[in-house]
């Protein structure tokens, strides 16, 4: 049972425009959702998180928008940039609990 | 700060042999979980400690186990090693406030069972 899906296995997009990269949840227990990059032979770097008392968070580039009731949250990085080129994880946790579910994530490639 | 250390990076074992994964916090952390990524499976989770103690488990058969210590670093053991368990075993660390949640990822360890 895929509590956490990120439907899209890749993504291509040029250097500068925006990246949007989607990820839907079931489990209406979950209430904290974050966003992590990997690299090959890398753990997972942690980039941005929402509390589920939120719809929007914002870092620099990265802005991560929650809809409950959809059950859908997606990651913006804009602009773009080259060394965004990674695999991107979106995960999701309940009531507190240092268990994180994580979606099957999405290869981004950033074109020059 | 150093940010959470794992040893080995590599690690070649053989069928129905053991091995000891060794995980290193973020100093001040005091929370460490331990996941699994495979390629078929993605990113699972296995256990987690806080003060020396399991607090949450993952969907994982006996033969993995963990343990903290005082000092909040930890160790992950797996017995009686499946083909099935190649895979790259990750450690994370949490400062566990009452607003976030962030886990930080150690670099992994790469095991091979063959």
């Known amino acids: 049972d895929q509590q956490v899906k990120q439907n899209s296995p890749s993504l291509s997009v040029q250097e500068g425009r925006i990246s949007i990269l989607n990820c839907d949840y079931t489990?209406?227990?979950?209430?904290?959702f974050l966003w992590y990059k990997k690299y090959p032979a890398e753990g997972p770097t942690f980039l941005i998180s929402?509390?589920?008392?939120?719809d929007k968070n914002e870092d620099g580039r990265f802005t991560v928008f929650l809809n409950k009731s959809a059950k859908h949250l997606s990651l913006h990085i804009v602009p773009s940039q080259p060394g965004d080129s990674a695999v991107y994880f979106c995960a999701a946790s309940a009531q507190g609990a240092q268990k994180l579910v994580f979606g099957q994530g999405t290869r981004l490639t950033i074109n020059p | 700060k150093a940010g959470v250390t794992q040893t080995p990076r590599y690690l070649i074992k053989t069928r129905g042999q053991q091995v000891t994964l060794s995980c290193s916090p973020i100093?001040?952390?005091?929370?460490v979980s331990w996941y699994q990524q495979t390629p078929g499976q993605g990113l699972q989770f296995l256990f987690e400690?806080?003060?020396?103690?399991?607090?949450n488990k993952g969907n994982f058969p006996g033969r993995f186990s963990g343990r903290q210590f005082s000092n909040s670093r930890s160790e992950m053991n797996v017995s009686t090693l499946e083909l099935g368990d190649s895979a790259l075993y990750l450690c994370?660390?949490?400062?566990?406030?009452?607003?976030?949640?962030?886990?930080?990822f150690g670099p992994g360890t790469r095991l091979t069972v063959t």
């Open positions: 489990n209406s227990m979950f209430d904290y």
């Open positions: 400690y806080f003060s020396e103690t399991q607090r």
């Open positions: 994370a660390s949490s400062l566990e406030s009452v607003s976030s949640y962030e886990q930080y």
């Open positions: 100093s001040g952390h005091r929370s």
């Open positions: 929402i509390s589920s008392i939120k």
